[in-house]
Each structure stands twice: as C-alpha cells, then as structure tokens.
C-alpha cells in the first residue's frame, strides 16, 4: 500500500490540506474557508478527517498528519499565541482523534514554509537560508548549519516585531509588520516603496547579526513583483554590500503551497 502523509496549512481566511506522497509529490489537495469563530478548531479537523478518508478510499496508508499554524508554536508542539486563531484546544490533541496511531506535528507555518524553500525551493542548494515571510504579517526562521533555529520558546520567527528604521519613516511608532505587511500596509494606506525600503534596511541587519548564506523572501506579498520587491532588493543589496560576499536575496518558488509541502515534510521526518 503506498505511502502518504496529511498535511495542513491554517490560515486566518483559508484552511488547505493535501495528501503528499513521500517524494514531496501532492496525491490529492483541497482548500475550505476557515469558520469564523471557530474556537474548537472544527474546521480544521473536519478537513484532516475528509483527507484521511479521501487516502482510504483511494487504498493510501496515512503514516503521519503536519500541520502548519499562524502562531507561535513550542518545541513540543503546543501554539502559545492566539493572535490568528481563538482556539481554545491544542490542535495535536484533536489531530491525534483523526488518524489514532499516526504521529501529529504542528509547526509554525512559517517554519514549514522555510523548511520547504530550504529542502524543495529557492534555498535547495544552500545548507540553511534566513527565510521571510511577507504577506498578510512579516515572520522570519533561520536554518544555519542544516539546523532549523526555533528559540528556546518557539518564538524565533517575530521579525516583525522590531522597529522601522528611522531613515525611512522617523516618526512611526509601531513595529515593522504594522508599518510594511499586507496588514499594515491597507490600514495606513502607505506606500510599497517605503515599506520595501524598511524591510531591506531591517533584513540587512539580520544578516550582519545571522550570517546566513542566502535570504529567501517568501508570501504572497513577497513573491509579487511590485515596487516593494525592487525597492526591498535595492536597500538591501546597498546595504549588506558594505561587508564582503554579503548573501544573495532571492524571491521564493514554491508560492502559497510553501507551508502546506513544509508541513508535510515535517511530518515526513517523523
């Protein structure tokens, strides 16, 4: 019987599962809105559940279900934030009903979308990449030395939680997601060139900081060409170039499937 896996990336809008073959090949994929005020996170078992038949009826043995969420996610596997999603069950524990005997993973989805750039994308060449995610917030995760860094809390992803740089906008007193994401953007009516330039300016010094051998800019924000795009490569590349063989910055290739084939390589580890 072959082989798949179940895997899931949580958004705030939209729920997308897919069966994955162990060779990163998707068997079979599905996307549902995700219930408004849904505590209990019925949504998203009721999607696991109809994969996991979907597998059955086609004689595909299920071996592991990974999950991607829109918060911060502990070493054991336990969201700590509720900044998306009012949950109000730890996703393992429901997932675990679904499919009883198969391991469950829950991993930041940012996380599984660096870990599928890394093993399947942009950075498949590369021993680690700084990965960002620029969409409807700004998240970042580092791979240094074949290692996925995820802080001693699991919270090794907040780059939007640092400042704008003042040489862009001297008087902004919110954080750089406020200032430079999908989010932000649309609430302060602001400029993609502005907000480019801040981000290129904040990820040239994450890079003096990390040393990673590449920069990997992930979303749907940031894989479009848009103003933002050349005005976040330009600041950075000026930038960075002050120190010698700085790293390459390079859009993403997997586009929104990134943290769906990243939860399902997570389970895959398993």
Not at 120 to 127: E, K, V
Not at 146 to 170: C, F, N, Y
Not at 239 to 260: C, E, F, K, N
Request: aromatic residues 4%; glycine residues 14%.
């Amino acid at each position: 019987m072959d082989r798949v896996v179940v895997a899931l990336d949580v958004g705030g809008t939209k729920l997308a599962g897919a069966l994955v073959a162990p060779d990163g090949s998707v068997v079979h994929s599905s996307t549902v809105p995700t219930p408004p005020r849904d505590p209990g996170l019925h949504g998203v078992v009721s999607l696991a559940a109809s994969l996991v038949s979907v597998a059955g009826s086609r004689g595909l043995s299920v071996v592991g279900l990974g999950v991607g969420m829109p918060e911060y996610v502990d070493r054991a596997g336990c969201l700590t934030s509720s900044e998306v999603l009012d949950w109000t069950v730890q996703p393992a524990s429901l997932l675990a009903e679904v499919c009883p005997g198969v391991p469950v993973v829950v991993e930041s989805d940012v996380r599984c979308g660096a870990l599928a750039e890394w093993r399947l994308g942009a950075g498949r060449t590369y021993d680690g990449l700084f990965y960002v995610s620029l969409g409807t917030g700004v998240s970042s995760t580092l791979v240094a030395d074949g290692r996925m860094v995820s802080g001693h809390r699991g919270e090794a992803i907040a780059l939007g939680e640092l400042s704008v740089p003042a040489s862009v906008h001297p008087s902004w007193e919110g954080n750089l997601e406020s200032f430079a994401s999908g989010a932000g953007l649309a609430a302060r009516a602001g400029d993609l060139t502005s907000a480019g330039r801040a981000l290129g300016l904040v990820l040239a010094d994450a890079v003096a900081l990390l040393d990673p051998p590449v920069v990997v800019i992930g979303g749907g924000l940031g894989t479009a060409a848009t103003p933002l795009w050349e005005a976040l490569r330009d600041m950075y590349l000026g930038r960075a170039s002050r120190r010698p063989h700085p790293p390459p910055i390079v859009q993403a290739t997997l586009g929104p499937q990134a943290s769906l084939l990243g939860a399902a390589l997570f389970a895959l580890r398993t």
